[in-house]
């Protein structure tokens, strides 16, 4: 098939840049033509190009251009969008539309339903912006900037308003059920809405030789994360953790911690699996909305149980007395629980831990996600017959 994958790069890269760059490897991999159409918010700078940014929000007439001109010459199957803010906007979902070229959208986070994509304000989950009231992030300033709360508030209600993301993409490929659920309730239609989990390149992982040595936490370190339940956990259960992600942006966590916790700092690709094989079992302790959970995957390839938080698209991933156990979402005494039962019965981890492999395996590698996903395209490709209709256009 012929793709063209389209991005706009935050500047801070993250799971969304990596994940990018994995599908478009793997689909290359497996015999398709991918063209990439990108931006990269590095490029803004100065409070011109700023500006600028603000109003390609809503409409981008280079993005168009650039991606009707694209149509035209490449004669594609499908459109894959991935990210389209600031610099892209729903201007590139027009040009498709006038050329009859079907547009799957991979939602990985929250930007349909919530301006600022993670439904939380101000460290609390919040849901008051779905369905049309997306004023609120700008009346809670849930940016902390006034002008970007606007900003955003603005382009989620002009976007709402013309009905492009709503009424011109023929698959919604949400990462998690959970999203996929939200994704309805913001008003976009039930019936393209499809469910594709993540994936990644799972490892072939050898059997544990011993339980493990500590409790591991891989991941960003910032409040939504729910590390400071894992510290007071562990304070309480006097259980070894370690845990794994550059701490320098909350600081006040390595005061006052309790001897059996220790921060290792940020870990390389290659030292993950080592940290992960030395590991008991994984925590996640989350206090928001995790749309899927990668990390719980890469863990279960490993053969570790998985104590995560019970919300969001995290219980989808680990099921609870499986693969790994659910804890209630902030609760102190339940995660010191959760996590000593498990530390206690080697038995019980190490059963937990092949199921998790078994899953893992089943759902979330990338021979399977590459299945699906050009399964997808299929759908909506033979469903419009896009290169057909442009080149009759064309004629």
Request: hydrophobic share 40%; proline share 5%; aromatic share 6%.
């Amino acid at each position: 098939m012929r793709i063209v994958n389209v991005h706009n790069r935050h500047a801070g890269a993250g799971g969304m840049e990596v994940l990018f760059e994995a599908i478009t490897n793997l689909l290359r991999a497996h015999g398709n033509e991918v063209i990439v159409v990108e931006r990269d918010n590095k490029e803004i700078g100065g409070l011109g190009a700023k500006l600028s940014a603000v109003g390609s929000m809503i409409h981008s007439k280079s993005a168009k251009a650039e991606m009707s001109s694209i149509l035209r010459d490449q004669l594609p199957d499908v459109v894959h969008i991935h990210n389209l803010y600031p610099q892209l906007s729903p201007s590139v979902v027009e040009a498709c539309k006038e050329a009859n070229v079907p547009v799957v959208m991979s939602v990985q986070d929250y930007k349909l339903t919530c301006p600022t994509a993670q439904h939380l304000r101000h460290g609390k989950i919040c849901e008051k912006c779905i369905g049309g009231a997306e004023w609120n992030c700008a009346i809670h300033n849930c940016r902390k900037s006034v002008p970007m709360s606007v900003a955003y508030a603005l382009r989620n209600t002009v976007t709402r308003w013309r009905g492009t993301l709503r009424d011109d993409i023929d698959a919604y490929l949400c990462c998690s059920r959970f999203v996929a659920d939200l994704t309805i309730r913001g008003g976009y239609p039930a019936d393209r809405v499809r469910v594709l989990y993540n994936f990644s390149d799972l490892p072939d992982a050898p059997k544990k030789t011993s339980p493990g040595d500590y409790i591991a936490y891989v991941g960003r370190i910032s409040p939504e994360k729910g590390i400071d339940v894992l510290i007071e956990a562990a304070r309480r259960n006097k259980l070894p953790v370690k845990i794994a992600g550059d701490g320098s942006a909350m600081p006040e966590l390595q005061s006052n911690l309790p001897g059996n916790v220790q921060f290792v700092g940020k870990l390389s690709r290659d030292a993950l699996p080592n940290f992960l094989m030395n590991a008991r079992m994984l925590a996640v302790p989350s206090t928001w909305y995790e749309a899927f959970g990668i990390v719980c995957a890469e863990a279960m390839a490993y053969r570790l149980p998985v104590v995560a938080s019970d919300i969001g698209g995290l219980p989808e991933v680990v099921d609870h007395n499986v693969t790994g156990l659910c804890v209630p979402m902030g609760n102190v005494d339940a995660w010191a629980d959760a996590m000593s039962s498990l530390w206690n019965d080697a038995d019980r981890a190490r059963n937990m831990g092949e199921a998790g492999r078994t899953k893992a395996l089943a759902e979330y590698s990338s021979e399977v996600y590459c299945e699906r996903l050009t399964a997808a395209y299929r759908r909506v490709s033979k469903s419009s017959n896009a290169p057909a209709k442009l080149a009759k256009a064309q004629a």
